[in-house]
């Protein structure tokens, strides 16, 4: 089969009508911009770029040197690009406009500039997180609120994980697409089209450091996966958590399995720990269209009508059939509770 590079396959979305000329191209200026961010990454020590950057985040997190340079690649290359009215990222308080220098275009970009940051100084995988959004009509100064959009809005959404290949997965709403950099060229190839999560699995990641501060429905459903195949559930399920959502994420788009960022006691007052508008809704974009699910433990990630910019969730996703049985307990419990 002849290979099909990513603009091969854009100008195909153009052709069936999926996407238009400007995503098209907005597309080709973030995943160049990933480019440069995987060449960064590879460096490690020799590049000088592990370690604290000094600074921290609008979260209070303190920012890795990567996180620093990954956000000002994307930036910088989205500010001359003209697919764009402005940005934001998990690294700015505020929205980014788009200088005057240069042509804006109709698209809000959102982004994770380098997501599970904290296991880049150990070698393990990280990753770029995107969401685009239509600018609303004649707004030319985008506002925080022109981005608090549900993620039904969303026009694309993607990740790019460093790892040991660099993978793209992308979707228009047509489907989930997997493309892997093919460095000697220095362009992405189609290596799977259409990606399909299974709908059952035995496989789940969570962080069980955080058991005891779960809710009673997690603690009901993870309790029932851990007693395996002599319990309820009467089979063994194994656990993998590697603590970078983009590799977890996928794995699960390559072989199945369910994720759980739920609510505990300890992030509660903050809503969740993953943030919605450049973690939750492009992860539950890209799942949805490789047929799993993605919710907050109650309702519909992409449902939800965001209130802020760094909002936090509870996130729950991948195969559709464990996403429902650990939202039914949670609606349940809510029922039997009220
Ligand atoms: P950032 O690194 O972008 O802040 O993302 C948060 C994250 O690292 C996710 O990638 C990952 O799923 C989660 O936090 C890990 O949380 P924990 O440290 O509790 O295991």
Redesign the pocket.
């Known amino acids: 089969m002849k290979p099909v590079s990513l603009i091969q396959f854009l100008i195909e979305e153009r052709r069936a009508g999926h996407i238009n000329a400007e995503l098209s191209l907005l597309i080709e200026v973030v995943t160049r911009a990933c480019k440069r961010i995987a060449v960064a990454t590879s460096k490690g020590a020799l590049g000088g770029v592990l370690g604290n950057a000094g600074s921290d985040?609008v979260?209070g997190?303190a920012q890795k040197k990567l996180?620093v340079i990954s956000n000002e690649i994307l930036l910088e290359a989205n500010a001359w690009g003209g697919h764009l009215a402005a940005c934001a990222s998990?690294e700015m308080e505020d929205p980014q406009p788009i200088p005057d220098m240069y042509p804006k275009g109709n698209h809000l970009l959102l982004f994770?500039p380098?997501?599970?940051?904290?296991?880049i100084d150990v070698n393990i995988s990280?990753?770029t997180?995107f969401s685009v959004l239509r600018c609303p009509e004649d707004v030319t100064e985008p506002k925080v609120e022109d981005f608090l959009q549900p993620g039904t809005q969303q026009l694309a959404a993607g990740y790019v994980v460093y790892g040991p290949a660099t993978l793209l997965v992308l979707t228009f709403g047509h489907g989930t697409h997997e493309f892997t950099l093919d460095r000697e060229v220095g362009s992405f190839i189609l290596s799977r089209r259409d990606i399909r999560i299974p709908e059952q699995t035995a496989e789940f990641a969570i962080?069980m450091?955080?058991q005891r501060h779960w809710e009673a429905p997690m603690q009901r459903y993870v309790g029932e996966l851990l007693a395996g195949k002599e319990g309820p559930r009467g089979k063994d399920f194994n656990m993998r958590?590697?603590?970078?959502?983009?590799?977890?994420v996928h794995r699960i788009i390559t072989r199945g399995g369910v994720?759980f960022?739920p609510l505990d006691a300890k992030i509660k007052a903050k809503g969740g720990?993953?943030?919605l508008m450049y973690?939750a809704n492009p992860m539950a974009f890209i799942v949805e269209q490789a047929g799993g699910a993605a919710t907050t433990g109650r309702e519909r990630i992409m449902d939800l009508q965001p209130t802020g910019l760094h909002q936090r969730v509870p996130v729950f996703l991948g195969s559709k059939g464990e996403v429902e049985v650990a939202t039914r307990y949670h609606r349940e419990a809510d029922v039997a509770f009220a």
């Open positions: 985040n979260q997190e996180d998990e994770d380098l997501d599970g940051s904290s296991n990280v990753g997180i962080n450091s955080n958590w590697v603590a970078s959502m983009v590799a977890d994720f960022y720990k993953l943030r973690e």
